[in-house]
């Protein structure tokens, strides 16, 4: 079936820092790939997507390149702000399938 | 805001009760999800209405069930809770069955002592 696998965190970095967060996955037919972001106290909101390989989805600065040779589709910043802290979640669906999500990642960003 | 509403935001109850949480999906939104967070499992997809008619189940107890009513708004029933149940639950929409874009609510917060 399908699955997503994200790096553990917590991730803790430094204002201005360099983000990655890694995702992998593994699924049948041709998915569409998702980073959701939670804020403390709130549900999750869509960040980015991409919905076929080599596709590059992009918001706030945060970007992420579908790729399918490796399965992956890695997280990424230039430089984080404070106000990035959240969780982050890596997600996919293939065909109509609901979404399935990674376990989250928890990125603290400090001054 | 995302326009989905869910109440309440926490609730307290004992083993062996049952409960009832509310969802109402955005304005036009014809697609309901539910799913359970926890520390242990993540995000764990229960099941999916479009249009009041079940559309896709997941990981959901035979304890618990769900529904769409006429009006779009959506429950979801919990059942001879166990202290395991107790997680956050997110109510989702979206505007058709594909799962292209959710918008969440904040969610429901339910302890089991």
């Known amino acids: 079936g399908n699955s997503v696998t994200q790096m553990e965190g917590p991730v803790t970095l430094s204002e201005e820092a360099f983000l990655t967060i890694n995702c992998t996955y593994t699924?049948?037919?041709?998915?569409?790939l998702f980073w959701y972001v939670q804020y403390p106290g709130e549900g999750l909101q869509l960040l980015l997507k991409?919905?076929?390989?080599?596709d590059k989805g992009s918001n706030k600065g945060f970007e992420a390149t579908y790729r399918k040779e490796t399965t992956s589709f890695h997280l990424e910043k230039g430089s984080v702000q404070v106000s990035d802290s959240a969780v982050y979640f890596c997600?996919?669906?293939?065909?109509?399938?609901?979404?399935?999500f990674g376990k989250g990642t928890r990125l603290s960003v400090i001054a | 805001d995302s326009g989905v509403t869910q109440t309440p935001k926490h609730l307290i109850t004992a083993t062996g009760q049952r409960v009832t949480l509310r969802c109402s999906p955005r304005?036009?939104?014809?697609?309901v999800y539910w799913y359970q967070q926890s520390l242990d499992q993540g995000l764990q997809f229960l099941i999916q209405?479009?249009?009041?008619?079940?559309?896709a189940k997941g990981n959901i107890l035979e304890r618990f069930s769900a529904q769409q009513f006429p009006d779009l708004h959506s429950e979801l029933n919990l059942s001879s809770l166990e202290l395991g149940d107790s997680a956050l639950y997110f109510c989702?929409?979206?505007?058709?069955?594909?799962?292209?874009?959710?918008?969440f609510g904040s969610g429901t917060q339910l302890s089991v002592l």
């Open positions: 989702a929409s979206s505007v058709g069955w594909g799962n292209e874009k959710l918008f």
């Open positions: 699924a049948t037919g041709y998915p569409s």
């Open positions: 991409a919905t076929k390989a080599d």
């Open positions: 997600a996919l669906n293939s065909g109509n399938t609901p979404l399935v």
């Open positions: 304005s036009g939104d014809l697609s």
């Open positions: 209405y479009y249009n009041g008619e079940e559309r």
